[in-house]
């Protein structure tokens, strides 16, 4: 539900009168069917709603506050006397003007057939916003007296054959149920001036410099923590296979660096097992020759390949 201004000239319907005599203005244009904004209110909401006119305050001018019922007391010109009459069109009704300063500045008003003075009704209602339609009146609020841009038509234009008022649709922001996100999506640019001018810009950058940070920090630990994990499972998956990846001979940093690349245990594992197998070679091949060598060092090289893995035996 949502507050609703639509404004229309007080001559909006043909018979518009001001009565002196009883401070009265008669057959007043309330609310038509179509706003300028597109929006329609059904001939069902208008009719539901026709009695809850009768006895709604009429004031100058429309609150300056959020709250539609935030009204000064001397801003009260007059009544709505009786239901609303609905004509097909539009809600019609009758003003009883009040001997006050208001009262009194909207009588002169009408008596001097002032152009661009309209009314506006201040509703709560439900709309369909995707059909653009007044589904239904749920409270009148009061109907403001208000002045429109110049081009509007005033009191005596229709009765002069000019065209009628176009009906302005106001929109009131409930600002109780605002949030982050409709103001962001409503408003994007008011959003990033609030936010320049309360300086959360240079704050928001300075954290964002500071996460970034943060989570490179994380990523290296992540990465360090991974090959810790992947160097202990190499050495798991050699001691299965009756290697011992402190034998810089059998199990060269050359090669824990190659399987340090490969991310599957599986894969790892058929390497492993693959390189178990060729030691098991050589180390036959190595003990059928004499006389037996002796006990050899790590190449300066480290660069592990079959070829020189074999020499360390065949010397």
């Excluded at 060269?252 to 058929?270: G, H, I, K, T």
Aim: aromatic share 6%.
């Amino acid at each position: 539900m949502e507050t609703l201004r639509e404004r229309i000239a007080f001559n909006e319907s043909a018979g518009f009168a001001f009565n002196a005599d009883e401070r009265t203005l008669e057959n007043v244009a309330i609310c038509g069917r179509k706003s300028k904004n597109g929006y329609e209110y059904s001939e069902a909401a208008l009719k539901e709603a026709a009695s809850m006119y009768d006895g709604r305050p009429v004031f100058l001018n429309h609150t300056a506050g959020a709250n539609p019922k935030d009204r000064d007391i001397r801003d009260v010109a007059g009544r709505i006397e009786g239901p609303a009459v609905y004509d097909g069109e539009r809600l019609r009704g009758r003003i009883r003007l009040l001997e006050t300063d208001a009262g009194r500045t909207l009588a002169s008003l009408a008596a001097a057939g002032m152009a661009g003075v309209g009314l506006s009704h201040v509703v709560m209602a439900d709309m369909d916003k995707p059909a653009k339609r007044i589904a239904r009146i749920r409270e009148v609020v009061s109907v403001d007296a208000v002045v429109f841009p110049a081009t509007t038509v005033g009191f005596s234009e229709r009765e002069r054959g000019e065209p009628p008022a176009e009906h302005v649709e106001e929109h009131d922001m409930d600002y109780a149920q605002v949030t982050f996100g409709a103001l962001k999506a409503a408003r994007p640019e008011l959003l990033e001036e609030a936010v320049r001018e309360s300086g959360l810009s240079a704050r928001l950058a300075e954290k964002e410099s500071e996460l970034a940070e943060m989570r490179a920090k994380l990523d290296a630990f992540e990465t360090r923590d991974r090959l810790a994990q992947r160097r202990s499972a190499i050495a798991e998956q050699a001691k299965a296979a009756g290697l011992d990846v402190s034998d810089a001979v059998t199990f060269p940093e050359s090669l824990v660096a190659s399987l340090m690349d490969v991310a599957d245990d599986e894969a790892r594992s058929r390497r492993i097992a693959d390189h178990a197998a060729l030691v098991k070679v050589l180390k036959e091949q190595a003990t059928e020759q004499t006389p037996v060598p002796p006990a050899r060092k790590a190449p300066a090289d480290d660069t592990w390949s079959p070829a020189k893995f074999y020499e360390q035996f065949a010397r």
